[in-house]
């Protein structure tokens, strides 16, 4: 296991505000001091355009730049670097997904699989897919617990023509992680494709997306000690190589006439139209080393420590409910008894403790776990088994009149 106070030192955030206690690096991560300077040093350094300048500051920054796709790569253990999309974050990636699902895949009757779970990313853009395919949208059954139910799952495949499946690896309100490589494997075996939000998967668990056996996975640089801006569309390249550019531009084509015919570059580049995000790029890159520095499989075994931690400490109190006992992935969502969330949140920002509430863009949730807003404590890396005592401690003596107090 790595060393988490030599970890924080890396954080400047954390090193500028030594008594704040972070707890919503589900809603973006800090950033290491490494690829801070990355970032800077771009700007101060190497500031061009990629792939268009003959002159050396130009190619030394677009071998950089198309370096990371390899870096990337490697870190999902996708085939090639080809299979690696640059968007600008995991809704962009999601969308190209659906929209090109609603093009060249779907007819009408056709079932999209998705879940009351999902984040508005994730299902917003598949609504728009059916509307436009005349494809159904169906749901897929999940106990109260949020838990993956596989059986209820696979029912939803009888009598059913399900064309793709659209589903997180990781709740974003429940930090459940859900048997991928099982779903992925029933969905082809009835002949449907799988497209995964990585969002909070990619993050905190080690990927392997052909070991998975996934079509798509969609994940933003700014969940994962990157800047933001810039995301990834992974995408098996036969796939790909099928769908086509939702933006047209410089940079994605090779050649295009008068007569308005156009020829596209190769995949990936016929997707990246326009100027891309070179310094987020770059830091992504930097982010991705950090966390392989660190190992996975570390990353992923802390971040459930922080969960089952957290959630012991909560369970002995009597004025908490939490809605995922046994959460994986450093998420840990609850409610102080009888207080509007929102309302408790405000006290503990007073004490120094940043949460987020609400429904977290998961605005179906509620027809499962049965509340529609929570306290979210999200953790990351950077984290500590003793920031969760101070805030337990606050938590314990959190009461109504104290949080409308902190309002007043």
Same mark, same amino acid.
């Given at each position: ?16 505000? @030594? ?55 490697? =870190? ?36 999209? $699989? ?7 990313? !994730? ?24 838990? =993956? ?62 070991? $998975? ?13 990157? @800047?933001? &801006? ?14 086509? @550019?939702?933006?047209?531009?410089? &940079? ?5 006439? @008068? ?58 109190? !009597? ?18 008894? &009888? ?49 969760? !005592? ?19």
């Amino acid at each position: 296991m790595f060393d988490v106070e030599k970890i924080r030192k890396d954080f400047p955030m954390i090193m500028n505000h @030594p008594d704040l206690i972070y707890f919503d690096s589900a809603a973006t991560s800090f950033k290491p001091r490494s690829v801070i300077d990355t970032v800077i040093d771009y700007y101060e350094h190497n500031n061009c355009n990629i792939h268009r300048g003959d002159y050396d500051i130009s190619f030394a920054v677009s071998k950089r730049y198309d370096d990371t796709r390899k870096t990337i790569a490697r =870190f999902i253990n996708a085939k090639r670097p080809e299979e690696i999309v640059y968007t600008y974050g995991a809704t962009s990636s999601l969308n190209i997904v659906a929209i090109n699902f609603a093009k060249k895949f779907l007819n009408k009757g056709d079932v999209i $699989l998705t879940s009351e779970v999902e984040h508005a990313s !994730d299902v917003l853009p598949w609504f728009k897919a059916a509307e436009q395919s005349g494809a159904i949208i169906k749901y897929v059954p999940f106990p109260k617990s949020g838990r =993956f139910d596989l059986e209820a799952y696979e029912k939803c495949f009888e009598n059913e023509n399900v064309k793709i499946v659209a589903l997180p690896h990781v709740s974003n309100v429940l930090g459940f992680i859900y048997p991928m490589k099982q779903i992925a494997a029933i969905a082809h075996k009835h002949g449907a494709y799988i497209a995964v939000d990585g969002a909070q998967a990619v993050p905190h668990i080690k990927m392997d997306v052909q070991d $998975l056996d996934i079509d798509f996975l969609s994940f933003s640089s700014h969940k994962m000690l990157g @800047p933001a &801006g810039i995301g990834v569309l992974y995408g098996r390249y036969e796939l790909l190589e099928q769908m086509d @550019p939702v933006f047209y531009g410089g &940079g994605s084509n090779a050649r295009f006439y @008068p007569d308005c015919s156009i020829i596209l570059k190769n995949t990936p580049e016929k997707f990246e139209a326009g100027t891309p995000d070179i310094e987020g790029v770059l830091g992504l890159g930097k982010a991705i080393e950090y966390l392989e520095e660190l190992g996975m499989d570390n990353v992923e075994e802390y971040g459930k420590q922080l969960a089952g931690y957290f959630i012991s400490k909560l369970e002995k109190l !009597d004025n908490v409910t939490v809605y995922n006992h046994g959460a994986e992935a450093g998420i840990v969502t609850f409610n102080v008894n &009888g207080i509007f969330a929102q309302d408790a949140a405000g006290y503990f920002n007073k004490q120094g403790i940043a949460v987020r509430t609400g429904n977290h863009c998961a605005k179906m949730l509620d027809q499962i776990i049965g509340v529609n807003e929570t306290i979210r404590a999200s953790m990351y890396i950077y984290n500590t088994k003793d920031e969760i !005592d101070r805030f337990v401690d606050v938590i314990k003596e959190t009461t109504l009149e104290k949080c409308v107090d902190s309002i007043l």
